[in-house]
């Protein structure tokens, strides 16, 4: 088999590059562990960046997202039994996010590749890459579960497969440096089967710790709470849960969260972590697989989908013009915005949640700090353009 690049991985940043590389007329190959069914199941992300959402629509996979999405122009700030609003738009001179599942952009991006030809294999086994340090690197797999080996053989290997992929253990270590951070809490994400009880997505702080309010429907809400970071979701009985959130979201004024069955359950885990540089040889980490945020700034997905776009204009410059310039600084181009949204992420996780090691001061602190950004213009514009996503370079 061969392909001009080669993709291991069929998450947003796989899918997103073998759309982009298809419109720019470059051929891919998607080799994905998982299973269609699985990969378009797979609850995670729901907040799509202002320049995100322009780009499903520009490249034609947008439709499902305009009908279905819900367009947000604030977010809510809740602490001290008080609601405080961000109003997004209005500080960014008309940006809003989309609050659109992450799965749903996977079903859009899976059947435009397929209604172009494109090839996916899902259910890829032991998939391996090789050559990376050569202009004809290839991957090697087996197909559906089958004990024959396939080769593909590449011009360019995009390692799209996630932060426990081995695309990134690959590369030798001592050309790598990595950074992280972890915390010491985790998040509770529930899915019920209740109208949300705002039009809006509400981040709380709460004295028990931090909740958010968010959606995926008329009919559905998505809500997380903060738990211990080695919590199991089977200690939390669906009871337990709406008191802890009914507590941490109530107002001065009486406020209820409007409750349902609870139909999916399970525990996030809080890492940053950055690998520097995110290329080498012919081989290009993009999203997770090179970098965690923290999901309190609701980036990860944004992030992966601004790396691909940096990354199929690399590739596109390269096919048109045999320059590789803009391959060499790929991974410079994406670390510059890698590192402010890693900054924002870890930001928000820490002005919104409870530390085990803070004392009375960080507390204080971290109150002062909701005060400010709810009530400064100048800190709440600098959140509301980190939300709707930072300009494109
Ligand atoms: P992924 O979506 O992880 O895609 C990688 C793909 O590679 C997967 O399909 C995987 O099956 C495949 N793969 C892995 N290994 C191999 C292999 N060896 N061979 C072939 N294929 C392989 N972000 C937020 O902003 N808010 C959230 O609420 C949020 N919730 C999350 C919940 C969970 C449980 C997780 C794991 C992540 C969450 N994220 C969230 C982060 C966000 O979903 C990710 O940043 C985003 O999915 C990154 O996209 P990606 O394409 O880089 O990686
Ligand atoms: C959602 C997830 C996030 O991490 C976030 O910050 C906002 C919303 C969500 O799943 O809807």
Request: hydrophobic share 40%; charged share 20%.
């Amino acid at each position: 088999m061969r392909t001009q690049v080669g993709i291991v991985g069929a998450g947003p940043a796989g899918l997103m590059l073998s759309h982009l590389l298809h419109l720019h007329g470059i051929e891919s190959v998607v080799l994905e562990a998982r299973s269609q069914q699985y990969v378009e199941e797979r609850i995670r992300a729901g907040v799509l960046e202002q320049g995100t959402a322009d780009l499903l629509v520009e490249t034609g996979v947008g439709e499902r997202m305009k009908r279905d999405g819900m367009v947000h122009h604030g977010i809510e700030l809740r602490f001290g039994g008080r609601a405080h609003r961000i109003d997004l738009s209005q500080l960014t001179g008309g940006s809003a996010v989309t609050i659109y599942a992450q799965h749903e952009v996977i079903k859009d991006l899976i059947a435009a590749r397929l209604a172009a030809g494109g090839q996916i294999v899902f259910e890829a086994g032991d998939v391996s890459v090789h050559n990376f340090d050569s202009s004809a690197p290839t991957i090697q797999f087996r197909e559906n579960g089958t004990a024959t080996h396939k080769e593909l053989t590449c011009d360019f290997i995009a390692g799209c497969d996630g932060f426990h992929g081995i695309c990134r253990p690959t590369i030798p270590t001592d050309a790598l440096t990595m950074y992280e951070r972890t915390y010491p809490f985790a998040w509770l994400g529930i899915l019920a089967e209740a109208r949300p009880s705002s039009e809006e997505l509400i981040y709380a702080y709460h004295d028990r710790g931090f909740a958010l309010h968010s959606m995926r429907s008329p009919a559905l809400t998505r809500l997380y709470l903060q738990c211990a970071p080695d919590e199991h979701s089977d200690n939390w009985p669906d009871r337990k849960i709406w008191d802890e959130l009914q507590t941490r979201f109530a107002t001065l004024d009486g406020w209820k969260l409007n409750q349902g069955p609870i139909v999916q359950k399970g525990i996030t885990p809080m890492r940053s972590f950055v690998v520097e540089p995110m290329q080498f040889g012919s081989l290009f980490l993009a999203g997770d697989a090179a970098h965690i945020v923290p999901p309190t700034g609701a980036k990860g997905l944004n992030l992966a989908v601004a790396d691909v776009r940096v990354l199929a204009r690399a590739l596109t410059d390269y096919y048109a013009t045999g320059s590789r310039e803009l391959l060499a600084r790929y991974s410079e181009i994406c670390l510059r915005r890698v590192w402010k949204v890693q900054r924002f992420s870890w930001w928000m996780t820490s002005m919104l949640h409870r530390f085990t090691d803070e004392n009375a001061f960080d507390h204080r602190r971290q109150l002062a700090e909701l005060d400010y950004v709810t009530t400064s213009r100048a800190a709440s514009q600098s959140l509301a353009e980190n939300y709707v996503g930072l300009p494109m370079e």
